[in-house]
């Protein structure tokens, strides 16, 4: 990732350029099958937005959503089907659903909304309607801790894995207890993390790793601060993300995950090294 631009997607930018994409497709679709998994959410968007029948493209085949009492069953056509994916880089997810629905190519459209500019030129399936064109390397929102680099991120915890803590950080065992109740957010389950590294002090390390089990999180290290109390780690850690960014510049990780965007700035400027801000879907390189 060294000198090159980091592309990161939001679920919002996702919905903005899906309804761009319905722009350019042709009248004569009359049904949409999205790629499971990520396909099937620019798939809804466009069946929605055009009123047309939902599918999955499985390897087995079309596999029928259903369709509310909206679109009656007698309203499902036989035409062209336009089958949709979130993105794509060999287009090889793609290529394996058209295969399998086995439609004649006068009756299917492919749609990526973010192929890889490679696809567009040389992957193994025709790409017909694409949106934005993303290079290597490029993290979305919905798969954000998913990703093949699992094993190089340094991440925060509040506000990434899971959500801020409701209670005030103020060493009490009510904000134990909000720890312990914390609702996930992007939530890593393919593979490990590298490092976790939280403003936490070492006192809730075992609620923090309970929570973690809980949820599946699968990590390498967790880092937490060494302060007694939290009115110590405030005095001796300002600016916040400094800590954060030493770790970070001393570590073999490549990319730094970050709800804060004060902090964020902070860590690269410290490490010197990417960090991408999810709260306003910034990368700092």
């Not at 439609?103 to 696809?119: G, I």
């Amino acid at each position: 990732m060294p000198g090159r631009r980091i592309h990161y997607v939001t679920f919002r930018q996702l919905v903005d350029d899906t309804l761009s994409l319905v722009a350019k497709i042709p009248p004569h679709v009359t049904s949409v099958a999205g790629v499971p998994r990520s396909g099937m959410c620019p798939a809804a968007i466009i069946a929605t937005t055009l009123h047309l029948p939902l599918f999955a493209a499985t390897r087995e085949g079309l596999v029928n959503l259903g369709h509310g009492r909206r679109l009656m069953h007698q309203d499902i056509p036989r035409g062209t089907c336009l089958v949709v994916d979130d993105s794509a880089l060999r287009g090889e997810s793609m290529a394996r659903a058209v295969q399998a629905l086995g439609l004649p190519s006068d009756r299917l459209l492919t749609a990526v909304v973010y192929p890889h500019p490679w696809t567009l030129r040389e992957a193994c399936v025709r790409i017909d309607i694409s949106q934005r064109a993303l290079g290597s390397p490029r993290f979305f929102e919905w798969n954000l801790l998913n990703h093949r680099l699992a094993s190089k991120i340094m991440c925060d915890i509040d506000g990434v894995i899971c959500r801020d803590p409701t209670a005030p950080d103020d060493d009490s065992e009510s904000y134990g207890a909000a720890l312990d109740l914390a609702a996930p957010y992007h939530l890593p389950r393919r593979r490990p993390l590298n490092t976790l590294i939280t403003h936490r002090l070492e006192r809730w390390r075992g609620v923090t790793c309970n929570w973690l089990a809980r949820y599946g999180v699968r990590y390498s290290k967790l880092v937490m601060a060494p302060h007694s109390t939290a009115a110590q780690r405030r005095i001796e850690m300002k600016p916040y993300g400094r800590w954060k960014g030493t770790y970070f510049q001393q570590s073999s990780c490549r990319l730094f995950i970050e709800s804060s965007p004060r902090q964020a700035a902070q860590i690269h400027r410290t490490s010197g090294k990417p960090v991408l801000c999810i709260e306003n879907g910034v990368v700092y390189s």
